[in-house]
């Protein structure tokens, strides 16, 4: 799906039952674990422009656009692309936390100071 494309706009009737009804995706993560899964209690109902359809020609066109969409995929993605975009900000958070320059800051800002013993062998 290109950037500018929407869900709504690319799966309107989808977008429309998640809205009128009660569809939930649901992620879990854990260290050793992911999964995600889509959970449906209801369609949802025919509104806006599909309000003259009857249930029986609206559930066909839903699940027809809920199984095109492979939302659950589309959710996994977007899931671990943010994982991993956390991970490496966190990452790169601690190695400035904990470099030499950080805590030499860190020390000059405290009023810190040490003093540095040679000895000869």
């Not at 809920?66 to 975009?85: G, P």
């Amino acid at each position: 799906m290109d950037e500018e494309t929407t869900y709504a706009q690319r799966w309107p009737v989808l977008h429309l039952a998640a809205e009128t009804g009660s569809i939930w995706v649901v992620t879990y993560i854990k260290r050793s674990y992911q999964a995600c899964g889509v959970e449906v209690n209801n369609w949802g109902y025919p509104a806006g422009v599909f309000s003259e359809l009857d249930n029986d020609t609206w559930e066909p066109l839903v699940l027809d656009q809920f199984a095109e969409s492979d939302i659950e995929r589309e959710v996994e993605t977007w899931v671990n692309q943010t994982a991993y975009k956390l991970y490496k900000d966190l990452r790169d958070e601690y190695s400035h936390v904990t470099s030499e320059e950080m805590f030499m800051d860190s020390s000059d800002w405290n009023g810190v100071t040490f003093e540095i013993e040679e000895e000869c062998v």
